[in-house]
């Protein structure tokens, strides 16, 4: 059987600038990975040197016969100290957007990938109420190197940003999390402070974005909460404030990216733990292929007439195998949310290389692998699968041995 995709639908693969460039020396992260009984268990150090190396990782992109990478900005080198915007980190950005459309490769820019400067932390961060001038001032100054870029990422995940600033604010006040919410992929309520002034920044940068005639819009963690028989309104009451809240704001947006690897069942007291024995990836998480089509049907459901960009899926595995047999299985389920009629415009796969996950280097989500001490990339079996579905348009339901044996 073979599915195939529409005309022009954009192939890539996605990464974001602290978990490859290395060095991220001004950022907030990198503060936090540095600082002395950091619980971190790795820095991200050199990561996959890719601020010197994305030309050779663009190459690679192209090489396989994807049309589009997703790379993001890093605010703390356009602005390593308030208001001192460095040249040569935008001319080094511009660079990078001109080298994938040389290449003929779509570039897709986030400008907010979890990081934030360090002085921006320092001064309040997303609590401050001059946050969102903040950011806004930022935007403008990243506006004249967007020339060309068709696909503005504001700000990524701002749901799993929120609740991860839920869980730091409880650990500073020594609070532990309430039943349900230890469970692999399941966090507490966001921040809501935060919710709101990351919706408030997204807004902002959509302001200077649009102004300067640049579609935009931001990226939402989708979870795929799902009732267990019985539980329906705790599921409805645990998504909204996680999820929906989220991609509500993006109602009138150009576009929404659909981030989505897993589901989390909820139960009559919360979210519920993966079921013993079910097969899980290097993060711990349920392997559940048909988390993609889900989560395209629901956002699609939730914000009609808004296009959906796929900017990320993927799996942590340290079996290429089973990294093609779980993308198969969430595009077999995309290509079904397609065939229903929802306006899927690409797939990014997450991600290009193997790269620093928050705090560690071994769940691999990489169709390419880095060498950590010479940085040299391997291209994986997955990377060339991909690559074939790209240059076709179609996915065929071939054995997973048979694709991967060299031709
Ligand atoms: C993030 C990525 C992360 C990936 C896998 C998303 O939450 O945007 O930065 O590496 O998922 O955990």
Same mark, same amino acid.
């Given at each position: 059987?073979?599915?195939?995709?529409? /005309?022009?639908?954009?192939?890539?693969?996605?990464?974001?600038?602290?978990?490859?460039?290395?060095?991220?020396?001004?950022? @907030?992260?990198?503060?936090?990975?540095?600082?002395?009984?950091?619980?971190?268990?790795?820095?991200?150090?050199?990561?996959?040197?890719?601020?010197? %190396?994305? $030309? /050779?990782?663009?190459?690679?992109?192209?090489?396989?016969?994807?049309?589009?990478?997703?790379?993001?900005?890093?605010?703390?080198?356009?602005?390593?100290?308030?208001?001192?915007?460095?040249?040569?980190? *935008?001319?080094?950005?511009? %660079?990078?957007?001109? #080298?994938?459309?040389?290449?003929?490769?779509?570039?897709?820019?986030?400008?907010?990938?979890?990081?934030?400067?360090?002085?921006?932390?320092?001064?309040?961060?997303?609590?401050?109420?001059?946050?969102?001038?903040?950011?806004? %001032?930022?935007?403008?100054?990243?506006?004249?190197?967007?020339?060309?870029?068709?696909?503005?990422?504001?700000?990524? /995940?701002?749901?799993?940003?929120?609740?991860?600033?839920?869980?730091?604010?409880?650990?500073? %006040?020594?609070?532990?999390?309430?039943?349900? /919410?230890?469970?692999?992929?399941?966090?507490?309520?966001?921040?809501?402070?935060?919710?709101?002034?990351?919706?408030?920044?997204?807004?902002?940068?959509?302001?200077?974005?649009?102004?300067? $005639? *640049?579609?935009?819009?931001?990226?939402?963690?989708?979870?795929?909460?799902?009732?267990?028989?019985?539980?329906?309104?705790?599921?409805?009451?645990?998504?909204?404030?996680?999820? @929906?809240?989220?991609?509500?704001?993006?109602?009138?947006?150009?576009?929404? #990216?659909?981030?989505?690897?897993?589901?989390?069942?909820?139960?009559?007291?919360?979210?519920?733990?993966?079921?013993?024995?079910?097969?899980?990836?290097?993060?711990?998480?349920?392997?559940?292929?048909?988390?993609?089509?889900?989560?395209?049907?629901?956002?699609?459901?939730?914000?009609? #007439?808004?296009?959906? *960009?796929?900017?990320?899926?993927?799996?942590?595995?340290?079996?290429?195998?089973?990294?093609?047999?779980?993308?198969?299985?969430? *595009?077999?389920?995309?290509?079904?949310?397609?065939? &229903?009629?929802? &306006?899927?415009? #690409?797939?990014?796969?997450?991600?290009?290389?193997?790269?620093?996950?928050?705090?560690?280097?071994?769940?691999?989500? $990489?169709?390419?692998?880095?060498?950590?001490?010479?940085?040299?990339?391997?291209?994986?079996?997955?990377?060339?699968?991909?690559?074939?579905?790209?240059?076709?348009?179609?996915?065929?339901?071939?054995?997973?041995?048979?694709?991967?044996?060299?031709?």
């Amino acid at each position: 059987m073979e599915l195939s995709f529409p /005309e022009g639908f954009l192939w890539g693969a996605a990464g974001s600038a602290h978990q490859i460039e290395g060095n991220n020396v001004a950022s @907030d992260l990198w503060a936090m990975e540095n600082r002395p009984g950091s619980v971190m268990p790795e820095r991200s150090g050199d990561a996959c040197d890719s601020y010197h %190396r994305w $030309g /050779e990782d663009l190459d690679i992109v192209r090489g396989l016969g994807l049309t589009a990478y997703r790379f993001s900005i890093e605010w703390a080198r356009v602005e390593p100290a308030e208001g001192q915007v460095s040249l040569a980190a *935008l001319a080094h950005y511009r %660079r990078m957007i001109e #080298g994938c459309l040389e290449r003929g490769l779509t570039p897709v820019v986030t400008l907010h990938h979890f990081t934030s400067p360090l002085w921006f932390q320092l001064a309040g961060g997303w609590s401050s109420a001059e946050a969102v001038a903040r950011f806004r %001032r930022y935007v403008r100054a990243v506006l004249p190197i967007l020339d060309g870029v068709e696909w503005v990422c504001t700000v990524n /995940e701002p749901n799993m940003l929120a609740m991860v600033a839920a869980i730091m604010k409880r650990g500073e %006040r020594g609070e532990h999390g309430e039943h349900g /919410e230890s469970v692999a992929g399941a966090l507490p309520p966001p921040d809501q402070e935060m919710a709101d002034a990351l919706a408030a920044a997204h807004r902002a940068a959509r302001e200077e974005l649009g102004a300067a $005639g *640049l579609r935009s819009g931001w990226t939402v963690a989708n979870q795929n909460f799902e009732a267990d028989p019985g539980a329906e309104a705790e599921r409805d009451a645990w998504a909204w404030p996680r999820e @929906d809240q989220f991609l509500d704001v993006a109602a009138a947006d150009d576009f929404i #990216g659909v981030q989505a690897y897993t589901r989390v069942r909820i139960g009559r007291r919360g979210a519920l733990p993966v079921p013993d024995g079910a097969r899980r990836t290097l993060m711990g998480w349920e392997f559940y292929p048909a988390a993609l089509g889900d989560a395209v049907r629901y956002t699609a459901a939730r914000l009609p #007439g808004v296009p959906i *960009l796929v900017t990320e899926n993927g799996i942590a595995t340290a079996d290429d195998a089973e990294r093609v047999e779980y993308t198969r299985g969430a *595009l077999a389920g995309l290509h079904g949310a397609i065939a &229903d009629g929802i &306006d899927v415009r #690409g797939y990014l796969h997450w991600s290009l290389l193997d790269n620093y996950e928050w705090g560690s280097y071994r769940p691999t989500f $990489g169709l390419v692998a880095v060498d950590r001490e010479t940085f040299a990339r391997t291209v994986k079996p997955s990377a060339r699968w991909l690559g074939a579905i790209a240059r076709t348009g179609v996915l065929s339901a071939g054995a997973v041995h048979e694709e991967l044996s060299p031709a």
